[in-house]
């Protein structure tokens, strides 16, 4: 079954405001990465954090990881029409090599 | 920065034929690859991982022999659908781990190759 929740699904906001996708496991979490993908494009590689209660910041872009490493979220403020698309989180499980997908969170933006 | 190129971006077939995507790592050896099928508007559902010099690692659901994976170099990996059918069409994607870059089990995607079974 799915071992990463992840909410919403669809979000849409005014240009502007501010946006939060969370991701949820019930498993503890060797790492977690956050990806984003441009409508008919591929993931592209955003973050990933490792540490319990780790917090990282790409300029409106703010990432989370919770203290018992079973939570994440990522935070955009100000959002641009540039950041429209399909925001991913990706879980390293137990230290294995693959990742586990959550069920993405799509972005669309009024200008 | 670490390049993954996949071909063919889009293939339509006719249905009963078998269809090869490949996977490159132009930059960087990539021991590890890992192929996914995306539907639209959903998430990556990982299909299997395959390993250079062995047999690919297949998840639960996924028929081995109707997706065929051959990982025989460093910077290539095949994935075949054999006889395909219209439940096939799907966006296939691969990824390449990168182990030489600072962040572990960092993975880049190729662009992804949609599928059409006619």
């Known amino acids: 079954g799915q071992q990463v929740m992840q909410i919403p699904q669809y979000q849409h906001v005014q240009e502007g405001e501010d946006f939060t996708t969370y991701c949820n496991s019930s498993t503890t979490l060797s790492n977690i990465q956050w990806y984003k993908q441009r409508p008919g494009g591929h993931p592209v590689f955003l973050i990933q954090?490792?540490?319990?209660?780790e917090v990282k910041k790409q300029k409106r872009l703010t990432f989370q990881f919770g203290e018992a490493k079973k939570n994440s979220s990522l935070h955009i403020t100000a959002t641009q029409t540039t950041d429209v698309g399909t925001y991913f989180c990706?879980?390293?499980?137990?230290?294995?090599?693959?990742?586990?997908f959550g069920q993405g969170t799509r972005l669309t933006i009024n200008p | 920065g670490a390049v993954v190129s996949q071909h063919p971006s889009r293939v339509i077939c006719k249905s009963g034929t078998s269809v090869k995507i490949e996977c490159r790592s132009l930059d960087f050896q990539a021991t590890t690859m890992f192929w996914y099928r995306q539907f639209p508007k959903k998430s990556l559902m990982l299909m299997a991982t395959s390993n250079e010099g062995s047999k690919a690692t297949y998840e639960q659901g996924v028929e081995k022999d109707k997706f065929l994976i051959n990982h025989a170099s460093l910077t290539l990996s095949t994935l075949t659908v054999t006889s395909a059918h219209p439940e096939d069409s799907s966006f296939y994607i691969c990824s390449a781990r990168y182990y030489a870059g600072p962040v572990y089990n960092e993975q880049f995607f190729g662009p992804g190759t949609r599928l059409t079974v006619l």
């Open positions: 990706a879980a390293s499980i137990q230290g294995a090599q693959k990742l586990v």
């Open positions: 954090l490792v540490k319990s209660g």
